[in-house]
């Protein structure tokens, strides 16, 4: 059984209360990175891996898809996503990523926001994300940090006042399973090394085209300014060559 802790009454309230969850992309730190990286939609097939509550799904939409699935393990993340979206050209699939099953060449583009350090078998999804890709389709995801997921403890070390001196890296070439803490919940996250998600990609067949690492954009920089200090999000975009 995958892990789904967001069909938890007490973990999802508290996600549904974050900032991303309440105010959409325009919340998310990352989205003015993500955006740049996104091919043209208009008259694209798209399939959104981890689409929570459909926010880049609607956005697809709006710039012009004809068609977008969204994929998720979570019921209530689905029941939210239905419940902000009026439009008949978005399906809404539930279903862990690891086994999409869809037909070979069915999408133009696959995006997929924050998923992937949730899931332990990366090498066999983007083999599948491959083969689901029209030639010429392009690949776009965001994952945590590395040096983000290294530690299970995921914080900064403070001082004696309380403020963050550094961001500790450790264990950074053991890869795998890290017992973390989320929203005050113990959640399962995989470790990997910023090679092993290009090399990954590149052994599943992709093209890089870009790679990014997250920053706070001028509006969002006082709030976050300490964000500057070490990305905390992890952004790639690849192709499938035709």
Not at 5 to 23: E, G, H
Not at 93 to 107: G, T
Not at 161 to 172: A, T
Request: hydrophobic residues 40%.
């Amino acid at each position: 059984m995958k892990q789904n802790k967001y069909d938890n009454d007490k973990f999802f309230d508290m996600y549904a209360q974050m900032p991303r969850s309440v105010d959409g992309l325009k919340a998310a730190g990352e989205w003015h990175i993500l955006k740049e990286l996104l091919p043209p939609f208009a008259r694209k097939t798209v399939l959104d891996l981890g689409c929570g509550f459909g926010w880049h799904c609607r956005y697809a939409v709006e710039q012009g898809a004809n068609a977008v699935t969204g994929i998720d393990l979570s019921e209530k993340m689905l029941k939210q996503a239905q419940k902000l979206t009026n439009s008949d050209a978005i399906t809404y699939l539930q279903m862990p990523i690891e086994d999409i099953d869809f037909a070979e060449e069915q999408f133009d583009i696959v995006i997929s926001s924050l998923a992937f350090h949730y899931v332990e078998a990366f090498d066999v999804v983007c083999k599948k994300i491959f083969n689901v890709l029209k030639k010429g389709g392009s690949f776009v995801f965001s994952v945590e940090h590395p040096i983000f997921t290294s530690r299970a403890e995921q914080d900064w070390h403070y001082d004696e006042k309380g403020q963050p001196r550094h961001w500790p890296v450790d264990d950074y070439h053991l890869e795998g399973l890290r017992q973390t803490s989320f929203l005050a919940e113990d959640v399962v996250k995989y470790h990997r090394t910023v090679s092993t998600y290009v090399n990954t990609l590149i052994e599943a067949g992709f093209t890089i085209k870009t790679m990014k690492e997250s920053y706070p954009s001028e509006e969002m920089l006082e709030t976050m300014k300490d964000e500057m200090r070490r990305p905390m999000f992890l952004l790639l975009s690849a192709e499938k060559h035709s």
